[in-house]
Every structure is written in C-alpha cells, then in structure tokens.
C-alpha cells in the first residue's frame, strides 16, 4: 500500500514537471494571438509592407513580423503579462502621449504567445555578431556625433534623450544586440518607412557595430 | 466659347489645381512625419523631442529674420548632410539617405512658406 502511495505520488510529480517543461508549439500561440485579436495592431507576416507615410501611419502598432530576431524572449514573456508602456509617444503620433492600456495576457497565454512571436525571424540577421560592451566610440557616436540620442531616451547621466522614437533604455533586456547591427545597417528591410533616417549609408560597418554593442547594453 | 472647349479647360484646370493641392498635401505630411518631432508641427522649434534638458533649440522656421539669413541651397545642405555641415549641432539628421531630392526641395519651399520669406541669394 505504502509502495502504490509513493509511485502515484512519484508519478504525479514527474506529470506535473513535464507539463510546465514542455515548450508551447508556435501553432498554439499563434491561436492565442489571433483570437486576442493582435493582429488587429500588429501584422506578423514579412516582408515589410509600407510604401508610403499613408502606409505607416495607418498602423496602429509595430510589425512583428521579425519580433523572434529583434526581442528577448524572457523579456517579452513578461511584458506580455505586465505591459508597461514603452514609446512616450502614442505610436505614429508626435502630438500625443502614449496613453498605454496595451492589452495583457495570463501567464500560459503569455508563454505560447512568446513562443509563435519568437519562431518569426528574419534572414537578414546574423547570429553572434555583436557582444554588449561599453565602448568609447560607439557612446561618442550615439551621444555626440550622431542624433541618435535626440530621438532616443538613454540612460544618460544629464541629458536623458529625446521622446519621438521608442526608448533604448532597457534595451540589454529587451533587444536582441545582433538585431540592433542589422537594423542600423539595413533599416529599410524591417521599416521602409519611419521617422528615423537611414545610417547605414552615412556610418561606417564598424561604426554601426560599435553603437550596436554600446546600445546593448543600456540598462 | 464651344461647350466642348469649357468643359475641358474646365477639366484640365481643375486636374492642374488637384495636382498642385496633392503636392502641398504631401509635403505637409513629410514636414509632419520627418521634421515635426524636433521642429514641432507649425515648424516653430517645439517637437516632442524639445524636452528642458535639450542641449540645443532646433530651428523656428516661422522666425522670418533668421531664415532670411540663409539661402534655399544653404537649407538643403543641412536638411541633406545634417547639421554640422553648417557647424549646427549634429541633433539635426543627414536625411540624404531618407528623403528623396523632390521631397527636400519641396521641404524648403514649405519653410519658406512657414517664414514667409525669402532667403539669401545662393
């Protein structure tokens, strides 16, 4: 009798372990998505679509087509459960303040929601090119050559950057350093069109690596 | 005058007007998208981006006595290569690589607009 005691209990452990182990298939969380109506904001099939200013500024919410090659995806786990507003602005606006309310999700929906977000990637970045670090040229660049810091809350010591693009602050946990690079080099395959100018023309390859690291690492 | 002929000019000169309209709209537009987060809507130098601690005030293009101290050439260098190719602060963008030769033209006659003045010859 004792025996049976401890196997059940043994096996109901080892049920339970495996349950919460188990990934969500991609499938799954695109269900969630869909029936949470994201797709409303946010479309998650590439390539980018915006040919106009028209284009863009119909969209209620970032393409997240790229998400899996541009988040974190703990990071993105638990906004989708607590999502505290990113932009200062509300998205496409340089009048209005970004009044947040983003809709959140329960902690199993949150999970295999991640999942489908974090299976769409992008071709067009490499994995393993940029380590955050802290370098001189790319903060002299990000902070005084450049405008970067005009647009971009950072976490700068006086000035703290400017409102109109979304904040880097936090970035270590939220970016993928490697999206960083590519965005900043080839800026018109994720977003043909945004308010943010083309770089990738006017900074060198290095020059692009070395801010790309220095933005990773903002805390 | 035939029927005929009216009803054409007619046509084409509302299509010419339309034409003319459509351009003025998209220009406000780019100005509104591109420009208007650190210049401000009417151009006055107020973006959102304009925040206390700003290390520079960008420029009031409805300032008549400044811009008519630049020349329209003088304008689309910096709205195309950025600030420091004026020595301006490199807070302004080079946009060459965003915006299109048309698009920057059309920018510098809307400040023009904006200032409702002319610049400096050259």
Sequence with gaps: MRFAIIVSFGLAVTALLVATTVSADPATGEGVFNASNCADCHYTQGPAREKTISDQLAKQGPELWYAGSKFQQPWLEQWLQDPQPIRIMKYNSVMEKNPGGHPKLAADDATSVTEFLMSLTSGDVEAGVIKPKKNPKGKLIFVKKMPCSGCHQFPGKKFKGGNSGPPLVGASARLNPDWIYAYLKNTDTFKPVRMMPNFGEILSDKDMKSVAAFVATFK | ?122
């Excluded at chain 2, 329209?72 to 004026?86: E, R």
């Design chain 2, 1 to 122: 005058m035939s029927k005929p002929i009216i009803v054409t000019a007619t046509l084409l000169l509302t299509g010419l007007l339309g034409t003319v309209t459509a351009r003025a709209d998209e220009v406000e537009q780019v100005f509104g998208f591109y420009c208007a987060q650190c210049h401000g809507t009417e151009g006055k130098g107020d973006g959102p981006n304009v925040t206390d601690d700003f290390p520079v005030d960008p420029r009031n293009f409805t300032k008549a006595e400044e811009m008519e101290k630049l020349s329209d050439a003088d304008i689309k260098n910096v709205i195309l290569q950025g600030g420091p190719v004026a020595s301006k602060s490199p807070m302004m963008p080079p946009w060459g690589k965003t915006l299109s030769e048309a698009q920057v033209d059309a920018l510098v006659k809307h400040l023009r607009k904006l200032c409702n003045c002319e610049g400096k010859e050259g």
